[in-house]
């Protein structure tokens, strides 16, 4: 169908455009930002932005930068990340951190953020840079929160949402808002803006319920990362309520394989998993309600493929 | 006189907003910025900010804006800095890296980026924007340029120069031209710009001199940082050109405290500070011709002190 065509042929286009950026800088620089696309990626957020324009047009260059510029926001968090978490792998490959050092991923990690803002200013709307500029804005408090609250056992579900809000949702949200905005329909903004928020949600408890269950294969990276890392997650912090005992574990600063293992068992037998799957759950819910009440602009049906697909994910 | 004071009162605001801005984080966060701000530095870049916006009139809130996001894009890029230099000091305080860790000083280096941006949105100008970001991007070119021409004693004065415009002259050229496009004349940028950059190039040549040959009172780090990072200066090539010998220590990856006094005082003798010294006068007597083309618009007289005054620092 038509709408499909256009969004293919949108994604094609952000695609080029994320590895023309990435290929204008020769030397080391380049191969970081082009390793860190080629390591792929769901492009869920460009997805989200050119599901959320304005439909039966040929996808514009605003809303092109838009979705380019939520990718590249999204890129710059990920080589900042493996800097600090001093992760090795990411997606099956080579961090940019661990292959070319923290100097360089530091530095490609500001060069990609300050290109989304590049990228998005020539879209000539205001209002879309303040959003973007907003959200990377939340990003880095989210990062420090992960920081701060780390090890920390006595955090409940609210500030385990706020945190994922600035860490996730918040960029996801924008990333639906700046479709509308691009697209000359700001009346749809705001409602989208609020699918963007609960879907990021449900897909970073999904992430983090996959990171205490999955395999390998499935996420790229080792099961147990955050429990290693000391991230106190949904199903940890609903595992912790009937058996306090974990608490010892997930407060050390360091841990071994056993160790993981033996948390990983215990949360998987707490019921702890169904009961985030189940918040999870409610959130794409909430964001389906939320997407019946989106204008006629936006691509309903396909924004409903994009929930559903959130879900599939994990089971 | 009238002229000074408003740039005075400027300034105060400036300080200011860059309070309000770090205090309004709650935690380590706003601890990391308010101390990067505590530790002061010399405001460079929004008095020229200040100074190249149209004179006569208050200061006006869109000028403000540049001046603080120029200031926080440079704040940034010294936190991080200091995290991939693993430096312990700066102005003779510790670093955000040192005192909170690396994660807290990614995170508030990117705050303080991503504030920038916020903050420039605020004056509603995408031409600013688009050139602060741009700005941004080579500086994180500049960066990387820096790490990977480590060691490298082939490094001529050609690619020194470029060097130095990614790193420090551009946003210099950038504070200048938001002053002139931010207080309504576009006519002034162009020229503004170049006498920035030039201005911006002394700046760095005088800074590499002072490491050679500066006591730590006057620049608040140990001399010789450079020949320790391997960052091979002006003044270290034009050492190289009579002292070849000096190759072989500014290769080794790790000197010892015995090797740089060795180089310092052979760069003492070589005249190379001399030579710097006169590359680095020959800019700041480009920038005051510059400034005589420049339209009544600007703060001529007060730019012209500014001149000076990179002089007198190294004097």
Redesign the interface.
């Known amino acids: 169908m038509a709408q499909k065509r256009r969004v293919v042929r949108g994604l094609d286009l952000v695609e080029e455009r994320l590895f023309t950026l990435a290929s204008e ?1 020769p ?3 380049g191969e970081a930002c082009l390793a860190t696309l080629a390591a792929g990626g769901k492009r869920v957020r460009p997805l989200l932005t050119l599901l959320c324009s304005r439909r039966g047009e040929p996808v514009g260059d605003p809303v092109l930068r838009g979705a380019v510029a939520v990718e590249l926001v999204h890129m ?1 968090t990920l080589v ?1 990340d493996d ?2 978490d001093r992760a090795e792998l990411r997606r099956g490959r080579p961090t940019v951190a661990h292959q070319y050092g ?3 991923a ?6 990609l ?3 989304a ?2 990228e998005l ?2 879209a ?1 709307a ?1 209002a879309a ?2 959003l ?3 959200t ?2 939340g ?3 989210g ?2 929160l992960q ?2 609250e780390a090890h920390d056992v006595s955090i409940g579900p609210d500030a385990y949402v706020r945190r994922c809000e600035r860490k996730t949702a918040d960029l996801f949200s924008a990333a639906c808002s700046l479709g509308a905005l691009l697209s000359g329909a700001p009346e749809a903004a705001s409602v989208v803006a609020e699918y963007g928020r609960l879907i990021g949600l449900a897909f970073q408890v999904f992430d983090d319920i996959l990171d205490c269950s999955g395999e390998q294969a499935a996420t790229g990276k080792r099961p147990g990362t955050d429990i290693r890392d000391g991230t106190i997650t949904l199903p940890l912090i609903y595992a912790l309520e009937g058996r306090p005992e974990l608490a010892e574990t997930l407060r050390r600063p360091a841990v071994s394989d056993a160790d993981v293992d033996a948390v990983l068992s215990a949360v998987a037998d707490s019921g702890a998993l169904g009961r985030a799957r189940d918040d999870a759950l409610r959130y794409i819910a909430e964001a389906r309600a939320v997407l019946a009440r989106c204008p006629d602009t936006v691509e309903r049906g396909l924004l409903e493929q994009v929930a559903a697909q959130v879900v599939d994910r994990y089971s």
């Open positions: 800088y030397g080391v620089l710059a900042h800097v600090l923290a100097g360089i530091v530095s490609a990690g500001n060069y953020l300050a290109r803002f590049s200013v020539g000539g205001t840079v303040d973007l500029s907003a990377a804005v990003l880095s408090e990062e420090v920081r701060a």
